[in-house]
């Protein structure tokens, strides 16, 4: 067939594996930037963080979606995927070069806190739509359209690697950038941290500018889809495509384990991060350990996609891939619950000065948070995408635009909300560890039994059926 020699072409992998490198690459320094801006300079503190995502992420990714589900009906995908990176990146680089200098010069004014959190949030949201835009829902969408179930099994693993070298390269980088050696030697601005920004969202546009010209080469190796929704149904509409989700049972569990992933792991994260900027207080700190997480975090994600991730995705069955990832979660999590919560016992019985416990508590969710997604990028995810590709072809787009799009952002809105109340209820976000635990465990709990149902129904022919 010719999809099977246009697919063994080392060309074509070399393109695939390119794009999603550098993809994942800008997500990650845009990862360590966004969260910079939102805990350790703009925002003030990690509790910006759940309203940034349920005032802004949520209604912008679901604005995100229907458009896509307009546009995708009259544009090429890679049209779209080509007009999408101009505009991310050119908004960052403009952001950094130009706003946020003339942003700090109006530090005094009355208005400014307001401007401040605002400018934050539009830079955060911006960055966070990078993923299920540009990798999850353009460039997946892309590869699903155009690989059978074989194919994807064999080619996954390797486009995870891809992904995880990128995170693995932008860990370096983001360090490098807000490094004073090469703010000594490329001062462009005379605020040291402002140099940082500019120089990685430099990086930021150039790797988009490359990432596009490997799409548009990748995207002529394929049969043309022009109009993916076209040929099916010339009506499509973000209402169709929400009830095509509630008469698909697998979809609802998947939408369900998608949306609590999020809830569960978040929770914890974002009490993290606060503990973080206890201990890096300056934003050149704060984001220089954010490139470190992110070079720990690669590094085990690329030692799962070469060793973990092909032998279990291929020698055992759909559920044993997917349940890794909640069972792992439910454990390191309760770990790092514990150790926060029972900050007295800890010290106590560990005989810990009050700086030992911090570097301890830092330490755990360093672990937490480089093992858990490290094996969500490399099993987890990929078990999604293999859901997918079991549908026919005709609704694998519809899927992804409501997984991808509205179910994992509602699960960040979840949990954003669930964050803030929590805090409003407890005084502070520390001091709302321990009902955040009993929220986030109970969730991972049941993202357990709902991978094993879902797992349950890929065994039946339901699916394929769809």
């Known amino acids: 067939m010719l999809k099977s020699i246009k697919l063994s072409s080392v060309k074509v992998f070399s393109l695939m594996f390119g794009v999603i490198f550098l993809l994942n690459l800008n997500y990650t320094i845009l990862k360590s930037a966004r969260r910079t801006l939102a805990v350790a300079d703009l925002g003030g503190s990690a509790i910006s963080i759940p309203f940034f995502e349920l005032f802004g992420t949520l209604p912008a990714a679901l604005l995100m ?91 996954y693993p390797s486009l995870m690697l891809g992904a995880s070298l990128g995170a693995v390269v932008a860990g370096p980088l983001t360090v490098f950038c807000n490094s004073k050696l090469l703010w000594k030697l490329a001062p462009i601005n005379s605020s040291h941290w402002n140099n940082s920004l500019i120089l990685m969202m430099l990086v930021v546009l150039a790797v ?42 697998p979809l609802r569990l998947m939408g369900w384990i998608v949306f609590a992933d999020y ?62 990832l909640p069972i792992g979660l439910l454990c390191v999590e309760g770990i790092f619950f514990f150790t926060v919560v029972g900050k007295d016992i800890t010290i106590s019985l560990l005989n810990l000065s009050t700086e030992s416990y911090l570097s301890l508590v830092v330490a755990i969710g360093s672990i937490l948070y480089c093992s858990c997604r490290a094996i969500k990028y490399t099993l987890f995810d990929p078990c999604k995408e293999l859901a997918f590709i079991q549908m026919p072809k005709s609704s694998r787009m ?69």
């Open 208 to 249: 988009g500018l490359i990432s596009s010209v490997f799409f548009m080469l990748l995207s002529n190796s394929f049969p043309q889809q022009e109009k993916p929704f076209e040929k099916e149904n010339s009506k499509f509409s973000l209402k169709e495509a929400i009830s095509f989700f509630f008469q698909s049972k």
């Open 398 to 466: 519809k899927g992804k635009i409501i997984i991808d799009g509205l179910c994992s952002k509602f699960g960040r809105g979840a949990s954003s909300a669930t964050a803030i109340y929590l805090t409003a209820l407890s005084g502070s976000l520390l001091a709302s560890a321990t009902l955040s635990s009993v929220v986030a465990l109970s969730v991972c709990i049941s993202l357990i039994f709902a991978t094993s149902k879902l797992g349950n129904q890929l065994d039946t022919p339901e699916l394929a059926s769809i």
């Open 65 to 155: 979606t229907y458009l896509l589900t307009k546009i995708l009906k009259k544009m090429s995908l890679k049209r779209v995927f080509i007009s999408t990176m101009t505009i991310f990146t050119i908004f960052f680089f403009l952001f950094a070069a130009i706003y946020y200098p003339k942003l700090i010069l109006l530090q005094k004014s009355i208005a400014t806190p307001y401007l401040l959190k605002g400018s934050s949030m539009a830079f955060y949201v911006m960055g966070e739509l990078w993923k299920p835009t540009l990798i999850q829902i353009l460039f997946l969408g892309f590869i699903n359209l155009n690989l059978s179930m074989d194919e994807a099994k064999s080619m």
């Open 263 to 324: 809830i569960a792991y978040s929770l914890a994260e974002i009490l993290f991060l606060e503990v973080l900027k206890l201990k890096y207080p300056l934003p050149t700190d704060y984001c220089t350990y954010m490139g470190y997480l992110s070079l720990w975090h690669s590094a085990l994600t690329v030692l799962s996609a070469l060793i973990l991730a092909p032998f279990v995705l291929k020698k055992t069955k759909w559920i044993t891939s997917a349940i890794i």
